[in-house]
């Protein structure tokens, strides 16, 4: 059995888990700024660090409707694999917690927390798509 970190995070009705060494911060009530002409799936632009970020919305990444209002939490995390990683935001309704998930038990992307489905996101993979039309996010 191989038990591996990630953040739970609520898209609507559905839970998703981010692996947690690819997390880099949660950030709620975060001031966003619109990019004009940005796109579905683009968010806008928030500051961290000094820097400007590019929010993305993770349920329109992973497949969903695009998001019409503001997210009230921002998880900011790597994208992507070496040497070519992207810190971007990801807009999500909230970020529930921090839980252990066995890994071994990941069945076409999804496994189970306390008796529901969690969709198991592949950071990885999902920064193939930063850029490109918006894809479901390949499973592990």
Avoid at 100 to 124: K, S, W, Y
Wanted: hydrophobic residues 45%.
């Amino acid at each position: 059995m191989t038990v591996g970190a990630y953040l739970l995070v609520r898209l609507g009705e559905t839970v998703a888990a981010l692996p947690a060494a690819a997390v880099r911060r949660v950030v709620r009530g975060a001031r966003l700024h619109p990019l004009p002409g940005g796109g579905a799936g683009i968010l806008g632009l928030e500051e961290f660090a000094g820097e400007p970020l590019a929010v993305l919305d993770l349920a329109h990444l992973l497949g969903g409707e695009a998001r019409t209002s503001r997210p009230p939490v921002t998880v900011i995390a790597w994208l992507g694999s070496e040497p070519r990683r992207d810190l971007v935001g990801l807009g999500v309704d909230d970020a529930i917690e921090v839980a252990d998930l066995e890994t071994d038990d990941f069945l076409r992307g999804q496994a189970m927390r306390n008796g529901l489905p969690v969709v198991i996101v592949d950071t990885g993979r999902l920064g193939q798509n930063v850029g490109d039309a918006p894809a479901p996010a390949a499973a592990r």
